[in-house]
């Protein structure tokens, strides 16, 4: 499996055509105490770049971004409750979706670990 | 940003501990330390949190004629106002609306007025008009210390006897660690603490002495934002402004009797009629059933689904635990337990009304 980080602050490990989305340590840390988190639902189709979730903090609303084309084929139900996991897991057991791709090759647009640990300096 | 930042004199102690630097009305400030906006918040209502407010206009107003002049500015009492107190007090305008808040101590020989950080520039003006044969200086040689929370005079009163023996909206001058402080038992997050005005020189000891002892953690602007919400306490700009009136905005507890009877204040005859018949809407806490926080200019529904008002302040609530809310809604739909609907990001969201404040207030009475 590769995981592969968007210019968003999310990562996507892939396995065979679905994968799994969440958002990376770094976006958790920079949100701050996350308490609320709205998700799309199980069969919602979605394009890269649509807004596909909102997760807020106590400082304010942030979008979940689509890195790529795909569907949702779950999405992490004990964040509803839990919301705070994503600041202690968010590379974890906090994942917020396991997706269809629509177009594998769009992951060639992401970054790898080396790139992204870059990327945020 | 049309102009530079400027830098309180904690600015370093800011970078030293942690701080995420915002620049606030113009100013740099901490919005949060490591500890985060949720502790922070915790720390205050718990133990103790010590803010730098320093951005805010600290004004002596010199000449006897300062109390009496500053009534024909605003809707309180001051010249029966006693030696070592403080009130809050408005600058209204002609139409009743609010030009800002602020609070005014009777210090002796002089008043003592702090007005929001965003608005010196209009408020000194104001006053060097209105007032005549008094000398307004705003004191820019000194920092102002916020110390909020239970254990807040504990931890003052080994530094500063005097502290412990003040009741709530009380003021003094006292010397704190050699050097001469006003120290006033109020602030701005629902809980017992004193603010002090020290010389910018001995603020950032001040602030190391204090933040020395375990009860007392740094914090920044955003658990100030979350522990005044709770509070039911108004941010101008948000929760009120010049299209505000203080009937509206729920502070009708803040203008004296003579004043309501006697007027003689910018607006008196719009805010006198609307103390006498109500006013056409109201400042109110609202309570989201959901965990949704809503933010300010959220649209507020009636559960028929008609516009009663927009969403002034709002967020997640660290005490309550969930969304907390307040906003204006026509007076028919004010009272406590009126269901109505908040519109976030396009999707109705149940709410309540509620009373404010959300978190009992804890001053030392």
């Known amino acids: 499996m590769t995981t592969y980080y968007s210019e968003e602050h999310e990562w996507i490990t892939v396995d065979g055509d679905t994968a799994t989305l969440g958002i990376t340590q770094h976006a958790a840390d920079q949100l701050g105490d996350i308490v609320f988190v709205e998700l799309k639902d199980q069969g919602d189709e979605f394009s890269q770049g649509d807004d596909i979730g909102v997760i807020e903090s106590v400082k304010a609303a942030s979008e979940v971004y689509a890195p790529l084309d795909g569907e949702v084929v779950e999405a992490n139900e004990t964040l509803a409750d839990n919301p705070a996991s994503l600041n202690d897991h968010p590379e974890g057991d906090a994942w917020i979706y396991k997706i269809k791709l629509a177009n594998a090759d769009q992951l060639d647009e992401l970054m790898d670990l080396a790139a992204y640990t870059d990327f945020i300096g | 940003m049309t102009q530079a930042s400027r830098r309180t004199p904690l600015y370093d102690l800011h970078v030293e501990l942690g701080g995420k630097m915002v620049d606030f ?25 010590l803010f730098d407010v320093s951005h805010m206009g600290q004004v002596l107003l010199h000449g006897d004629a300062a109390a009496a002049q500053m009534e024909t500015l605003c809707p309180q009492d001051f010249t029966t106002l006693p030696q070592g107190k403080a009130r809050y007090a408005l600058f209204t305008n002609d139409t009743g609306g609010i030009l800002d808040d602020l609070i005014v101590s009777n210090a002796g020989d002089h008043l003592y007025v702090v007005v929001n950080a965003a608005l010196r520039d209009q408020d000194l003006p104001l006053m060097r008009a209105a007032l005549t044969d008094v000398t307004v200086t705003e ?40 050097s001469p402080c006003r120290i006033s038992r109020l602030g701005y997050t629902g809980e017992d603490g004193y603010e002090i005005s020290i010389p910018n020189d001995n603020a950032t000891t001040l602030a190391r002495a204090l933040l020395a002892q375990d009860n007392c953690a740094p914090a920044g602007l955003g658990a100030r934002d979350s522990l005044r919400i709770e509070a039911g306490l108004c941010l101008y700009g948000n929760d009120i402004s010049q299209t505000t009136t203080p009937v509206e905005a729920g502070l009708s507890w803040a203008i004296q009797k003579r004043r309501r009877t006697n007027g003689g204040f910018p607006g008196a005859e719009i805010i006198q009629n609307q103390l006498q018949n109500g006013a056409p809407r109201k400042l109110v806490g609202l309570k989201p059933a959901g965990r949704a926080p809503a933010r300010a200019g959220v649209e507020i529904q009636s559960a028929q689904g008609a516009k009663i008002g927009e969403v002034t302040s709002g967020g997640f609530g660290p005490t309550i635990g969930g969304p907390v809310a307040m906003g204006y809604v026509s007076a028919a739909q004010a009272a406590p337990g009126t269901d109505i609907t908040l519109i976030i990001r396009g999707k109705p969201q149940p709410a309540t009304v509620v009373a404010l404040p959300f978190v009992p207030q804890n001053y030392k009475r």
């Not at chain 2, 009305?25 to 718990?46: F, K, S, T």
């Open chain 2, 139 to 178: 004191l820019t040689d000194y920092a102002l210390l916020a110390l909020q929370g239970p254990a807040a005079e504990s931890i003052l009163a080994p530094l500063c006897p005097a502290a412990a023996d003040l009741t709530f909206m009380q003021t003094i001058q006292a010397d704190i660690l050699g």
């Open chain 2, 25 to 49: 009305a113009g100013w740099e400030m901490p919005v949060h330390y490591p500890l985060g906006i949720m502790g922070e918040h915790q720390h205050c209502r718990n133990k103790a949190a």
